[in-house]
């Protein structure tokens, strides 16, 4: 138990200091500052995550979203476009 507290009091510290850090250098991408890299993760992806896939996403989102299983957008790539892409996969490569 005393583990738990201890991670718990660490994520505490930790926290504050992405306040009081200075800003990421331009090529580096600031993971809690979505806003910063969002527009290049879409044009990366640009050919496969087209306007009709972002559309058939809000139209019937996922239950679940995670990262490590991305067959949810797997399906709704291949039901828009008859393309099947083993997205995780592809970004991999």
Known sequence: MEDVA???LLHLK???LHGERL???PDVWD???FNSWKGKIWSIFADVLT?????AFINSLPE???SDDLS?????IFGVSDRYLAFKVTTLA
């Open 23 to 25: 800003p990421s250098p």
């Open 64 to 66: 679940y979203l995670v």
């Open 6 to 8: 201890d991670a718990q």
């Open 72 to 76: 949810w957008l797997d399906e709704i």
């Open 51 to 55: 306007a009709d896939v972002r559309q």
């Open 14 to 16: 930790v926290q504050p």
């Open 31 to 33: 993971w809690q500052c």
